[in-house]
């Protein structure tokens, strides 16, 4: 059946919803546009008007391509090369989608997401649907086809698993601004004791290269372990330099709404460190390196005119 003009515009008025769900379930951008536009295939094989409530419809479609999805994923994911890390949005991305309560702007935090992947895919769909988007469980049970008692038991132990992970500290900007400011003033002093004294005594340190650039295999944990890291990887030297291609700009700005650092090389990002604070100080460095993983990161950045860096690293 041919889509009309009308069905077109009722779609393209959910694609931001259908994208920041997708976002949220699957870790990743570039398959979240993948699912979204098989939505839309779908939307139109279909006859929309003969769908009572198209929201409703779409969310089920969508939720469903992704739960398929996830679970081809966590196959390809046991041969993943070192860790894997969620695609990082910088601020102001749309697809990080609604941000009007503290569970919202949680649901979407870089912490959280990679909690998410711990969750088997229907825990994260019921997590995700309810905590991020107010959906009621009979609705969810309805997207899911599940008895709404499932629902809400399926939600209470996702978010239980979730909720074992230490809280955040909400920063803003400018808080944001200053926790990077301190982190860069102590990496590059040369000492460890500066990095040691803004971490938490079990933080941690974890990259995600893709097999593409070079990334610790494991995770570095506690603070000491860490700040060494750090201090190694923030002191200048040529074979760093030859690795990346020069010496990238370092930004500070905010990724999946907490602090970050951007490294931006001839008007590419080559990294996003994502930290998460707690009110006991930075507890994790999580930092995106997978070149595919930041094609949007870069469109992104080069949008717009960011200034001068903080300093150029190596």
């Known amino acids: 059946m041919a889509t009309t003009v009308s069905d077109v515009e009722r779609f393209e008025a959910s694609r931001g ?12 951008a570039s398959e979240a ?13 279909a006859d929309p008007g003969r769908i009572e409530v198209p929201e409703a419809w779409l969310t089920k479609v969508l939720t469903n391509l992704c739960l398929n999805q996830l679970t081809s994923a966590r196959a390809r994911r046991e041969t993943y090369v070192g860790e894997w890390l969620p695609e990082p949005l910088l601020a102001g991305d749309p697809m990080l989608g ?3 309560t503290v569970e919202q702007r949680e649901s979407v935090s870089y912490a959280v997401l990679t909690v998410l992947e711990r969750l088997s895919p ?10 991020a988007f107010d959906y009621p469980h009979r609705e969810i049970a309805e997207i899911l086809d599940l008895t ?15 909720a074992e992970g230490r809280a955040r500290a909400e920063v803003d900007e400018s808080a944001a601004r200053k926790i990077v400011d301190e982190f860069l003033a ?12 803004l971490l938490t005594q079990d933080a941690v340190a974890v990259g995600d290269g893709g097999g593409v650039v070079p990334a610790r295999a494991k995770a570095f944990r ?8 750090l201090r190694g990887l923030f002191k200048p030297g040529k074979a760093k330099r030859a690795l990346v291609g020069g010496s990238p700009g370092m930004y500070a700005t905010t990724a999946n ?31 995106q390196v997978n070149p595919v993983k930041l094609e949007r990161a870069t469109r992104a950045w080069t949008a717009e005119d960011h200034g001068e860096p903080l300093l150029t690293a190596f």
């Open 148 to 162: 709404e008692a499932a629902s809400q038991q399926i939600f209470h132990r996702a978010k239980k698993h979730v």
């Open 17 to 28: 919803r259908l994208e920041a769900i997708a976002y949220r379930l699957l870790g990743s």
């Open 222 to 229: 506690g603070a000491l372990a860490v700040a060494t890291f």
């Open 257 to 287: 709404g907490g602090p970050a650092l951007v490294a931006v090389l001839d008007g590419r990002v080559i990294g996003v460190m994502c930290m998460e604070v707690t009110p006991d100080g930075i507890a994790a460095f999580r930092s």
């Open 33 to 45: 546009e993948d699912v979204v536009q098989e939505t839309y295939l779908r939307w139109q094989a």
């Open 98 to 100: 609604p941000a009007d």
């Open 186 to 197: 102590a990496a590059t002093s040369g000492r460890t004791e500066p990095l040691v004294r």
């Open 122 to 131: 229907n825990e994260r769909a019921v997590y995700v649907l309810r905590e």
